[in-house]
């Protein structure tokens, strides 16, 4: 069982930064891949940033320029710097990471940390 422990929401005001952390721990093998999600009212969970094992990152267009996703392979730890936060960034944030156990591939969730962008 893999446990991702996640940090850093809060209440800022539009145009502040945060930084949001991910710490897994327990039965990791190799992993793939780490990243965000994100999870509005109403709305499906989407894809925030990604970073494989390989250092490859990928960004929703909405976050493109704003957010940065980076990793310490050692701490297995992923790290999201948000910056130039806007009200539609409201959301319950998500961690995942992607790993390869014998035989398989296995997914695991954060418990969600909430980011609120409001004047």
């Known amino acids: 069982q893999v446990q991702l422990v996640e940090s850093g929401g809060g209440l800022v005001q539009p145009g502040e930064s945060l930084r949001l952390s991910c710490a897994a721990s327990?039965?990791?093998?190799?992993?793939?891949?780490m990243g965000w999600f994100r999870q509005a009212p109403g709305k499906q969970r989407e894809l925030v940033a990604q970073i494989t094992s390989g250092g490859s990152t990928d960004y929703a267009d909405s976050v493109k320029d704003r957010f940065t996703i980076s990793r310490d392979s050692a701490k297995n730890t992923v790290y999201l710097q948000m910056s130039m936060l806007k009200p539609e960034d409201t959301a319950v944030y998500y961690c995942?990471?992607?790993?390869?156990?014998?035989?398989?591939?296995?997914?695991?969730w954060g418990q969600g940390t909430q980011v609120t962008v409001s004047s």
């Open positions: 327990g039965r990791i093998f190799t992993i793939l891949s």
């Open positions: 995942n990471l992607l790993q390869l156990r014998p035989g398989m591939r296995d997914s695991a």
